[in-house]
């Protein structure tokens, strides 16, 4: 696949500007073209603003901001992305106006070049079957702010080519979106429900079900959200609500289309107005008539085949930044209360039509299940990618079952020569699921932990010692678990977004998957301490100097640096190698006779007084336990068989899972800096 070396942009309003800022940021030469030179400086300074904001709290460098802005182009001139190797137009809502700069683009630019509308109106084939090249021509809805906003709708039409579509997955995930792939219908998948979410609160007010205030409470607590409705439209405008139900009412029918309460607010210009006490005995009728139509929908998008439902849950989490998506909401709800929302929905609104899919899952008489691994299998590579991105791939009983049975799959397929694992979204693997372990301590079930991660244990050994080439594709970040899962793979390929940690005795654990035993074998006792002990990050350079890491490259040559660890075979992870002289002072500070010290809360005399400082300061902050028993573990395994090593690693979770320090530090994590005592 060619590279995306230069990305184009028409339009420098709010939406435009903010596509151009989020491709700038994450390191991609971008144009920014509009028809008149103040409406191109209008965007300019819209992203020299936002880009001040950041420096102001924090998130950037006066210099960052400098590199950033020396990445776009701004000009007037259709002739700066005839070379472009996606543009992506993010003008107005005028059907006519975007066929006209579509034909124009088309005849312009080069052959290689895709072309995308950002339209959330129109059908994406309306665009494609106006120019030459309809099989190089996608959607790619982003979300408001589009700097910020990290979903992104990638909507193909029936003439849209299997290489555009992977060509638009890989443009999204190199500007740092998460891509969820989506039918080309009416609302896409996200505003096909959430419109309908925001038309069905002011029905209510109409019809005189409850006020606001207590539509707005009800809808915060049935879906777990930070502002209601109402609040939510005086955000966002009125008439951007008008507008999108309008559309689906066209398209769909009468139930979508927007009531006459909400089209008299928009001419009235004014926001609504959300003072007033809330009434307690009207919070279950509202909540279920939200469910009914928010849920309802849901279901009916995805008989419909426009999306997945796991991309459905995606959509809402990220995109909306809902807690729990439509169809975990139906799961914790249960399928029974669902239904009957739903049908008591269908009955008031004749043109809604029951969804087949809840007809189905009454029947089964159990909770929806969830894909979380998937798997493509493509010239001999099988490819299984983890796919809960809204929660930064986080290892849970779920996901590691279905590791274990997609892996299982794809090794006794006879096609497939290697297996790569790789993340959904940013990150590889942030570790496990840190709620999983809390529930489960507070539970005292404990030994359900340990249970999971000896299944854990299985899946891992099973990676590294298969029969077919693994690969972990480390193109994110790697916390705890996800680290282990790489180093339990038979070779690494990586990016320079790729890198590892092992946070845990930060968080009043130790690391449990295999982590401690294999960075061990590869880089020392000593080295694998340091790095256990101070949480510190190991950048994707530093991984490839140790040897931790096979290849690393630019995202677009990954499918080459596959093929080529497949061509070269297995290579011997667990060799001896010689490490960089800059590893060797942090390896000699955790010699085994200068252990004792940093866990007694002194720096080893041997130690350089300014360095060691800064080390002990990092080492206060872990749990004194976690840190004690790491060390102890390290030493333990030391010569013994992969099986012996994992024993003993397992056999002191009961211990660890079981402290104070534990449960302070997971329960914490995230939010604040745990204080552990020791016990």
Known sequence: MSQIKKIGVIGAGNMGSGIVQKIAQEGIPVVMIDTKDEFVQKGLNNIKTLLQEGVERKLFKPEKVAEIMSRITATTDFEAVRDADLIIEAVFENKAVKIELFKKLDALCSEKTILATNTSSFYVREFAEQISRPDRFVGLHYFYHPAKNRLLEVIPHAGTSPETIEKSLLAAKLHGKTAILVKDAPGFAVNRFFVPFLNEAVRMLEEGVADIPTIEEASKRAFKIGMGPFQLMNVTGIPIAVHAATTLGDELGPFYAPCNRLKAQMEKKENWNLDGAVDESRIQAVSDRMYGVCLGVSAALVDEGVASI????????????????????????????????????????????????????????????FNLVDVVIKDGIATLTLNRPEAMNALNEQVVAQLGSRFADAENCPDVKAIVIQGA?????????????????????????????????????????????????????????GSELALACQAIVATSAGSMAFPETGIGIYPGLGGMLRLTRQVGPELAKYYVFTGANISAQDAKDMGIVQKLVDPADIPDAIQALVSEGRPDKYRYRSLPGRFKPLADMFTMNLVSSWLEGKVPESIPADSGAKTLKTIGFKAPLALKISAEIIDKQNGKSMTEAVEIELGNLSTIFATADALEGLSTAGRKRPEFKGV
């Not at 693997?429 to 030994?447: E, H, L, M, P, T």
């Open 310 to 369: 796991e991309d459905t849950d995606r959509g809402a989490k990220i995109g909306l930044r809902w807690t729990f998506g439509p169809f975990e909401i139906m799961n914790r709800i249960g399928i029974d209360k669902t239904y009957t929302a739903v049908r008591t929905i269908s009955e008031k609104y004749p043109d809604f039509k029951f969804p087949e899919l809840l007809k189905r899952q009454k029947q089964l008489g159990k909770p929806f299940e």
């Open 425 to 481: 979204g940013k990150a590889f693997v942030a570790g496990a699921d840190i709620r999983y372990f809390v529930n489960k301590i507070k539970a005292d079930q404990i030994s359900d932990i340990v249970d999971f991660t000896r299944k854990g244990h299985e899946v891992f050994l099973k990676i590294e010692n298969s029969s077919k080439l693994t690969i972990a594709l480390l193109d994110g970040l790697s916390l705890g678990g």
